[in-house]
């Protein structure tokens, strides 16, 4: 990474999270003075809890639907640049929880786009969605940034809805005052530290540490795979462009793997079942669930072209390294340092 980070003012809303813990604590080793906002973890397996994140990381636990609490704080620290990765993340909570899927993807959205416009400081807003904010045609292609919003689902829907609204702010709102705001959606994002409930890895993980039988859903379900420090590479790299030329960079962004690392359900699951070791394997969950899309891809060209960005570890790489982090948690005392390693082993290639 490049010296622009240094001593720049961050905030970050959803950095109790999975992708806003690795973000935090990358763009802190990076130099940069950050500042969270996002609702307290709710276990205490979790990635912010187990790098000690409430010792170090500057933040509140408030949320995003709260208006007034978060304009105040954005015009209390006063960034320049927002990552806003706030959401509830998960597809089949979102059929449990419809309204506050909504409520925190749609409005939430909404209070930090106005939050960010009235504060004096902010030069840039990246508004991190999904790959699942496209309209879902089970083709075999990439989704291209062009593509129709859609979503079947209640959370594909709300990040569909996030993007639709994030483009209406830069074209009513954000040109206009030349501060640069863009989306990014990325692909399946996996990495340590994920502990979420109905995510393929998390689930493997912790059927394989604890000997259970592990059941898969949709083993034939195709998936963009990436390690976490792929997309937020892309997301640091989107930003540095839109701080250095807002106009040009305020639109959509993929980040996803290259063709070669999208991969079936159970390919994943027997290459993480044969690095963790001791002859696991797994079955199929035969119980009737809500639906998903059994194919999805994204088209990374427009990232490779004019961010000159993309992913430097294959899905196998990324694999062993999640793998290597699982087992580092349960054998040792400090992931806070393991995680910074492998930040610094990726820092190196790009």
Known sequence: MTRFWNKKRIFITGHTGFKGSWLSLWLMDQGADVYGYALEPKDNINLFVSLGGSKFFKGEYSDVRDFEKLQESISCFKPEIIFHLAAQPLVQDSYLNPIETYSTNVMGSVNLLEAARNNHSTRVVVNVTTDKCYENKEWCWGYRENESMGGHDPYSASKGCSELLTSSYIKSFYHSANIGLATARAGNVIGGGDWAVDRLVPDLINGLHKGNQIKIRNPNSIRPWQHVLEPLSGYMT?????????????????????????????????????????????????????????????????????????????????????????????TRDNIKLFTLSQIEEYNKII
């Open 238 to 330: 989107l930003a540095e462009k839109l701080y250095d030329n807002p106009t040009m960079y305020s639109e959509s962004w993929n980040f996803g793997p290259n063709d070669t690392d999208v991969k079936k359900v159970e390919w994943v699951a027997n290459k993480i079942c044969k690095l963790w070791g001791k002859g696991k394997s797994w079955t199929i969950d035969t119980n009737q669930r809500n639906h998903e899309a059994q194919s999805l891809k994204l088209d990374i060209s427009k990232a490779k072209t004019l961010l000159d960005w993309q992913p430097k570890w294959s899905v196998v790489e990324a694999l062993k390294k999640t793998v290597d982090w699982y087992h580092e948690y349960y």
